[in-house]
Structures are given as C-alpha cells and as structure tokens.
C-alpha cells in the first residue's frame, strides 16, 4: 500500500499537480452517515490526499453506503488515501470504529 501510495503521488508530482491550494484538519466521530469532507474548503478540487492520525476509521467513497463501525473500508492511523477525482472527494464519508474520534490531516489540489 505505502509503496503504491508513493508511486501515485510521483506521478502526479510529474504530471505537473501542485499539491496544497488547501488544507483541512477533520475530526472524524460517530456522526450518523459518516462525516464529510467540508465543501467551501475543497471547492473545486481535483484531488485529496489524507493521512489518519488518533484512531481508526471506516470509509466509504461510492455517494450510496453510509459507513458505521462494521460497515465501510477500514483504514488505520499513519496510512493514506487518495482520492483521485472530485466525486470520491465529494462522496467520502468516514465513521469512527471505537469511542476515539480520528483526525484525517487532507490536502486539496485543484490543478
């Protein structure tokens, strides 16, 4: 996975993406339907990369399933995820799976 991660973010780096047109810091709880990624702050954003920090989460990217502490991809502290066009970063919701919340460190890019 990080061998991955590293291999796209090159790419992009070389397809000329500049990484940090803006930032957001989510705090990821046991909101009912998942907790979204804040609209007026990836606006048009083409790309987000994040990185979980606390606790583990569960996501989902598809705009339908609603993630809880069973249902939805689970990621772990210290990984990633790219999000690799506007409708994942539309889409995402995240949920947490124990009772600490974690923090998904994310930054847009919109070239």
Do not use: H
Not at 30 to 50: I, M, P, Q
């Amino acid at each position: 996975m990080k061998k991955l991660l590293i291999v796209l973010v090159t790419l992009l780096a070389f397809a000329g993406v500049a990484w940090g047109d803006s930032y957001e810091a989510l705090t990821v709880d046991a909101t009912a339907g998942g907790v979204a990624l804040t609209a007026s702050t990836y606006l048009r954003a083409r790309y987000a990369l994040c990185r979980l920090e606390t606790a583990e989460i569960r996501f989902t990217k598809d705009g339908v399933t609603a993630p809880t502490a069973l249902v939805g991809v689970p990621m772990e502290p210290y990984e990633y995820i790219l999000l690799s066009n506007p409708n994942q970063i539309r889409n995402f919701r995240a949920f947490r799976t124990t009772g600490t919340s974690g923090v998904l460190q994310c930054t847009f890019c919109n070239d």
